[in-house]
């Protein structure tokens, strides 16, 4: 009998092993992934590309590095290589709120004005006619239509909420100008922004006078809008804790989970990669002002500087920001630190917008894949997935337990006749094995 007991035992911990997600995945397709990046390579869409595959306990399962010698010359391109990856800093200044709301620091529900009396007097800017900017869709591929300028601006009539800021709801933008088409752009819009040169602020209090006088794209808790909302949520996170937002990532982020990689400014002896623009046919070091989102300036990576833009303006290594990857793959802890408890960890990836999209759903800022994206070739379903300004990109698998990214620092990508995107075709090849579907644009 107690043999008999002995072995049930050995098979329900045997089974426990193998059914909690493939703990011993492996990539197996490694030379067609090779392959598929260098393509983009060969054809000059990108200056570099690093891809890195880590499971859930930080062993790599893939990397590969390709990169264009033109431009790079003997520059070293790994994990290691700090990149700036522009609004995959959200989803970390997200996170930083949540662990404040847990600590009860903060709360979702709050008025914004609670922390930022500054903005109590935003407004809305609308058409001449006295239209939402949002309803009438100015931003569409439309070369025809012309700028609804000049514009008018009346009182936001609801309540800012910190819930606004997480869903991209509360009505901040970015420069229009660097929009789905140039001739697009709202030019008296974009001058206002261009005019405060939001990346020249000497800190948060010297950015929240900027942003006050600065209108709204629409009343708040309207509708989902993408802009400034999560570097507005990292001047909260600073006000309600006291601390600089570089110091609460030093803090509740990279310190305690022994992440090396996540920074606001860069360490000493290293260099910063150039700015690239595929604008044109060929890929050229961008020019001043190109990447344009602010205005004419982008975020200052130097020590000196006391200016932390929660949406934007962190550097990181592949290396790292894997581990923080990491972190919520574990449901919120990672190398005996819990940040992020699993309920927080729920809501974070649950539906809050763009719930009609054939691709899925937004959480807050992490976008989780729909079948569509299986079936068209592109991955799989029920993927956290996200990226930045410059091409850089990660996602999440919670059902083989491993995370992605493909680093790269490119604005504008020329893609001529290839007629794909490097995302959905290298995560494409990686799952193919899985799903069984080849890659459709």
């Known amino acids: 009998m107690n043999k008999i007991v002995s072995i049930l035992f050995l098979l329900i911990i045997f089974s426990c092993q193998t059914s909690s997600g493939e703990k011993?995945?492996?990539?197996?397709?490694?030379?067609?992934?090779?392959?598929?990046?260098?393509?983009?390579?060969?054809?000059?869409y990108y200056p570099f590309l690093y891809t890195r595959l880590e499971d859930q306990d930080g062993e790599v399962l893939y990397e590969h590095a390709a990169k264009n010698n033109r431009l790079l010359g003997d520059q070293k391109i790994d994990g290691?290589?700090?990149?700036?990856?522009?609004?995959m800093s959200k989803i970390v200044t997200i996170c930083i709120a949540l662990d404040l709301m847990e600590d009860g620091l903060l709360n979702v529900d709050d008025p914004v004005t609670k922390y930022i009396p500054e903005f109590s007097q935003l407004q809305v800017a609308l058409t001449a006619d006295s239209n939402s900017l949002i309803s009438t869709n100015w931003y569409a591929e439309d070369s025809s239509r012309s700028a609804p300028c000049p514009l008018i601006y009346v009182p936001n009539d609801s309540v800012m909420t910190i819930r606004h800021l997480l869903d991209h709801k509360a009505g901040f933008y970015y420069s229009t100008a660097s929009r789905i088409s140039w001739p697009?752009?709202?030019?008296?819009?974009?001058?206002?922004?261009?005019?405060?040169?939001?990346?020249?602020?000497?800190n948060g209090e010297d950015l929240i006078t900027k942003l006050s006088t600065l209108p709204l794209m629409q009343n708040s808790g309207t509708d989902y809008f993408y802009g400034l909302n999560t570097t507005v949520l990292g001047l909260v996170a600073e006000r309600a804790s006291g601390r600089s937002l570089a110091e609460l990532l030093k803090e509740r982020v990279t310190d305690p989970m022994q992440i090396k990689g996540m920074r606001y400014d860069l360490?000493?002896?290293?260099?910063?990669?150039?700015?690239?623009?595929?604008?044109?046919s060929?890929?050229?070091?961008?020019?001043?002002?190109?990447?344009?989102?602010?205005?004419?300036?982008?975020?200052?990576?130097?020590?000196?500087?006391?200016?932390?833009?929660?949406?934007?303006?962190?550097?990181c290594t592949a290396d790292g920001y894997c581990d923080f990857l990491r972190?919520?793959?574990?449901?919120?802890?990672?190398?005996?630190?819990?940040?992020?408890?699993?309920?927080?960890?729920?809501?974070?990836?649950s539906p809050h917008t763009q719930l009609d999209n054939p691709y899925g759903h937004n959480g807050y800022n992490l976008w989780v894949s729909s079948d569509s994206m299986r079936l068209k070739g592109q991955g799989d379903q029920n993927l956290w997935i996200g990226g930045g300004y410059e091409g850089t990109h990660f996602w999440i698998d919670t059902s083989r337990n491993f995370v992605g990214t493909i680093m790269t620092?490119?604005?504008w990508v020329y893609d001529g006749a290839?007629?794909?995107?490097?995302?959905?075709?290298?995560?494409?090849?990686?799952?193919?094995p899985w799903t069984g579907y080849a890659y459709k644009n």
């Open 24 to 44: 011993n995945l492996e990539i197996n397709n490694k030379k067609a992934i090779d392959s598929t990046i260098n393509l983009f390579i060969d054809g000059e």
């Open 80 to 87: 290691d290589t700090w990149i700036r990856v522009w609004s």
């Open 184 to 202: 697009n752009s709202i030019y008296c819009l974009d001058s206002m922004m261009t005019s405060q040169d939001i990346c020249s602020s000497v």
């Open 267 to 280: 360490p000493k002896g290293e260099n910063m990669l150039p700015q690239f623009c595929g604008k044109d």
């Open 282 to 315: 060929l890929i050229r070091v961008a020019n001043p002002g190109e990447l344009n989102i602010f205005g004419q300036n982008v975020p200052n990576y130097k020590s000196s500087h006391e200016l932390y833009l929660g949406g934007e303006g962190m550097i």
């Open 327 to 349: 972190m919520l793959l574990n449901n919120g802890e990672l190398n005996g630190y819990r940040m992020l408890n699993p309920e927080t960890i729920a809501d974070l990836t």
């Open 409 to 411: 620092q490119l604005y």
């Open 418 to 432: 290839f007629g794909y995107t490097k995302d959905g075709r290298i995560r494409g090849e990686i799952y193919k």
